[in-house]
């Protein structure tokens, strides 16, 4: 092969791991930006905190109650690309998504509003593959030491600081996840979900 045909085969090499790189971080903003983002950065909150949902600024945000029967329509609308909750109440439990002027629905998000003195912090966006998460259960008002932790419904594990660390994360953590803290109660329930490999 002569010197020309290598600085070639080199050049498209180089072009090809370019490119993967391109396409793996426009695909991941991409899965980021389907979802609202939610400030605080959690998907459970105590009553009375305020919860602010953005998203990008040519849609709009939208959400579903629970309590309220499902339909195609959202009994609340923005018109700026965000929206604050405050005070939030166990009412506003219920789906939040970004919505198009077309009507184009993006991915959606289960926010859980807990007039009790427990809630699980778990992400709020799909995590990798191989990642490492940290589930914790918080007290309203102090730290505990101690929680129990459930998926689907079954005891796992104890957090002795509060804590539940999944490594290397596959799709068999995939789930309903809550918490229990002996004598001050339990959380709502949320799903972790796992996207592809980071």
């Known amino acids: 092969m002569d010197v020309t045909a290598l ?14 790189q ?17 400030v605080p950065n959690r998907l459970q909150f105590f009553e009375y ?11 709009r945000v ?9 339909t195609n329509i ?12 405050d005070p939030a109440y166990p009412s506003d439990s219920g789906e939040y998504w970004c919505e198009d002027g077309e ?6 998000v289960n926010i859980s509003v807990t007039a009790g003195s427990v809630i699980l912090e778990s992400p709020v966006l799909p995590v990798k593959e191989g990642d490492n998460v940290t589930l914790r259960c918080t007290k309203k008002k102090s730290t505990s030491n101690i929680a129990d ?6 005891r ?3 957090g002795y600081e509060g804590n539940l660390i999944i490594h290397n994360v596959s799709r068999s953590h995939e789930g309903l996840y809550k918490c229990n803290i002996s004598g001050d109660g339990e959380s709502p329930e949320s799903r972790l979900a796992v996207g592809g490999e980071t």
């Not at 932790?149 to 079954?154: I, P």
């Open 7 to 20: 600085c070639i085969r080199l050049l498209i090499n180089v072009l090809m791991v370019l490119v993967a």
């Open 22 to 38: 391109v396409h793996n971080s426009y695909c991941t903003q991409n899965d980021d930006a389907a979802f609202p983002h939610i």
């Open 49 to 59: 905190e305020s919860i602010s949902v953005n998203c990008m600024t040519e849609q």
């Open 62 to 70: 939208m959400r579903t109650l629970k309590e309220i029967n499902q």
């Open 74 to 85: 959202s009994n609340w609308v923005t018109s700026a690309g965000s929206g604050t909750v």
């Open 103 to 108: 009507g184009l629905r993006r991915s959606a």
């Open 149 to 154: 932790f459930y998926k689907d419904g079954h």
């Open 156 to 158: 796992i594990r104890t």
